[in-house]
């Protein structure tokens, strides 16, 4: 085989190396498999270590055209330890990976986007689309204006403002359409039978969900080449949790870490939870919901890798929860407030659960576990609508602000867990 070819998950026919992401004699996903062998001579950790700091040092793993140059540092995000967050969970040894800052738009949505591009260009196509809950909106966007495609992105017409903006200002054609993301999805799959276009996230989507691989990789390499013993993870479709733990089976198939369970944990907004309803109940599948919560990046009421998420969650030893759209709320200004962490509401979601998690003695305090923080507050601000008053502007005179202050010191002002 090639270094890498696309088989069905389900029946192992191989595909080779083409845009498509449905098996069409069983109508499983295609999944990217990799002739280890091949990898195993170059993927070492000396070699890693002397590549750039972005998600191209995992090239080796990921399904990237002969001669592929990339044209941004993507990923590579901090981990950070949280000391602050861990003492008002009452726990230890808890880990951020940031992808609130991941370049070039600010989700982790830019490492699947930056694979799916690369494989647009090498099947020749000009044009790139997607279906989006708005990061990946962004992220295609972005990276088809800087890689010279044109770009057709198909929303819910519902979504953040900043989100909606935050495309529309790389030039991208954007279509809103009346219906939930599950109603664009479809509508999307059937415009990919008519228009010879990229869409990441359907033809291309094999390709493009590798790239989510690189959270894992980097989560390994930045606790000094070991795993932690959990990962609370958001979902929408369900494809960045199994994504991860693929991550980490690699490294331990290739030698880079040592062998050792790691319990994986998905997270979602309640209103919209038919992958932790289903992992809840000890169902082996999902029953599509229809959404109805502020996370609106996570609101895929018919996850496309659900049943796989839900599977990866049962067999490591791992659990889902779901939280209210208050507590992503108070979640949001929890991160923010103790490691100084802006995140959108899908990070409310993976922080909320994180807390139900330990509550529910699901997670000892005394294990490693990192929460994959996933996207940007700063583009769903209005998550926090009405949570800080605009305050009256005081004259710019000392004595005026000392009358402030007295003012505010009788009234502190934190988040309560
Ligand atoms: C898309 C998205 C997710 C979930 O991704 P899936 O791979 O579809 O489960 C999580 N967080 C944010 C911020 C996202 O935009
Ligand atoms: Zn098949």
């Known amino acids: 085989m090639a270094r890498y070819e696309l088989r069905c998950r389900e029946c192992g026919k191989a595909w080779g190396n083409q845009p498509r992401s449905i098996c069409d004699d069983c109508f499983s996903p295609l999944e990217v498999f990799y002739d280890y062998d091949y990898v195993r001579a170059t993927f070492t950790r000396e070699r890693i270590s002397q590549q750039p700091p972005n998600m191209w040092r995992y090239a080796a793993l990921l399904p990237l ?3 592929f140059r990339p044209s941004l540092p993507v990923g590579f995000t901090p981990l950070l330890n949280a000391p602050h967050l861990a003492e008002r969970l009452e726990t230890n040894r808890l880990f951020i990976k940031n992808d609130a800052v991941c370049l070039p738009t600010l989700s982790f949505k830019d490492r699947v986007v930056a694979v799916a591009l690369a494989q647009a260009r090498n099947f020749g196509f000009d044009t790139v689309a997607c279906s989006s809950t708005g990061n990946l909106a962004n992220a295609v966007a972005a990276q088809a204006a800087r890689g010279g495609f044109k770009a057709w ?4 017409a519902d979504l953040e403002p900043a989100k909606i903006l935050g495309t529309k200002v790389y030039g991208a054609r954007v279509v809103p359409i009346a219906g939930s993301y599950d109603q664009v999805n479809r509508l999307c799959s059937q415009i990919a039978d008519e228009h010879r276009w990229g869409f990441v996230n359907v033809n ?23 795993l932690p013993d959990n990962v609370v993870v958001p979902m929408a479709g369900g494809s960045l949790i199994n994504k991860i733990k693929k991550a980490f089976d690699e490294l331990i198939e290739l030698g880079l870490v040592e062998p050792k369970p790691v319990k994986i944990f998905g ?4 209103g919209c939870s038919p992958i932790s309803t289903a992992v809840k109940a000890g169902q082996k599948d999902i029953e599509p919901q229809k959404p109805a919560t502020l996370a609106r990046s996570l609101a895929i009421g ?3 890798d ?27 200004q929890l991160l923010a407030e103790t490691e100084g962490v802006f995140t959108e509401t899908a990070g409310g979601v993976t922080v909320g659960t994180a807390h139900k998690l330990y509550q529910q003695g699901r997670i000892a305090p005394d294990e490693t576990t990192v929460l994959c923080i996933t996207g940007n507050g700063l583009k769903t601000t209005d998550a926090l609508a009405g949570k800080y008053e605009t305050e009256a502007a005081i ?7 000392e009358k402030y202050l007295q003012n505010k010191l009788e009234v502190p002002e934190t988040v309560e867990v």
């Open 395 to 401: 004259p710019p005179k000392l004595a005026e602000f």
């Open 267 to 270: 997270a979602q907004a309640t």
């Open 302 to 304: 018919n996850p496309a």
């Open 306 to 332: 659900g049943h796989y998420a839900i599977k990866t969650i049962s067999k490591s030893g791992g659990w889902a929860e779901d939280v209210s759209d208050h507590e992503v709320v108070e979640c949001i």
């Open 204 to 226: 291309l989507r094999a390709y493009y969900a590798e790239g989510s691989k690189t959270v894992g990789f980097e989560i390994a390499e930045q606790l000094g080449w070991r």
């Open 153 to 156: 992105i198909f929303i819910p």
């Open 65 to 67: 055209p002969e001669g």
